[in-house]
């Protein structure tokens, strides 16, 4: 199968490509000429490389000709709050647009757009558990990042209402070995280092990279058209999370626990302090609403029809053990 894959030099979209390349599939793939193509290392010279950006519809153009399945990874992830709106609305909405754009005109079989269960919305309750059936509300929980991402859905939705056959995927929080300084690694680096002097109060999903890819995979094979799959793995809280990361690190974790006040209070002044020095803070409004709130989704559909597997989160600690200390 020829594939063409955006967001393949990231941290799901490598993950992503090397499966597909391990299947034995022709695979083109997007980048930026500053893309790092570490994640790749080993396969990059088995890949045809575009350059350029998902906000470039001769790129995409060029990608996608000949092209039977496309998995559109390339994202923007920011949770810096009004600053990075023009940033999630470019990247996410409107280059999703191109995405689905350009594979209507280029006749691609499938595409298979990676979402997030930000795009689901957040329930205000502690024990409602979201899932696929889950109807979009607004929240002061949703982020602009989930906004762009639920906005992005509908071009999808309207892609296939066009005739584009295309399946959703709704990833939880990824984690997994990956750069450093990058994506979820941040989490435990921080742990490692004892960077994080408390602990949030709320809780999240967690599911393994490779896990998310698998899945993917499995939503282009099995997946039905116009449908979404939530891959979740555990919904867990952040004392757990941090406690099983840092078990796996040998290390301590953090154990004062500090409420949703005094988080907020904190990040108004880190936001402050950030316009003034035109440094991105290290904890925002919108990160502390996040980690103090308790969000739960449901894979049913995903275990049920697609035939995924999640492993065990403590399975997921340990590789990221693993990649550190072969890093170090």
Known sequence: MNVFITGATGFLGSAITRMMVAAGHSVRALRRPTSNLDLLSGIEDQLDWIEGDILDVEALAEGMQGIQAVFHCAAYVGFEGKSAEAKLNLI????????????????????????????????ESTTDCLDESSEWTESSLNTAYAITKHQ???????????????????????????????????????????????????GTNVVDVEDVAAGAVLALEKGRVGERYVLSGHNLSWATILQTLADALGVEPPRRQVSRRVLMIVATALEVIGTITRKNPLLTRETA??????????????????????????ETAQRIASSMDARA
């Open 152 to 202: 992005a859905e509908l071009e999808v939705y309207r892609g296939v209402a066009e005739g584009l056959d295309a399946v959703i995927v709704n990833p939880s929080l990824i984690m997994g070995p990956g750069r450093k300084g990058e994506n979820t690694m941040q989490i435990a680096e921080q742990v490692q280092d004892g960077k994080l002097p408390v602990l949030p109060s709320g």
């Open 289 to 314: 609403r996040l980690s103090t709130s308790v969000s739960c989704y449901r894979n049913n559909k995903a275990l049920e029809e697609l035939g995924c597997h999640f492993r065990p989160f403590n």
């Open 92 to 123: 996410n909405v409107q280059g999703t647009a191109n995405v689905v754009n350009v594979a209507m005109d280029c006749n691609v079989d499938r595409v298979v757009h990676i979402s997030s269960i930000a795009a689901l919305g957040r329930s």
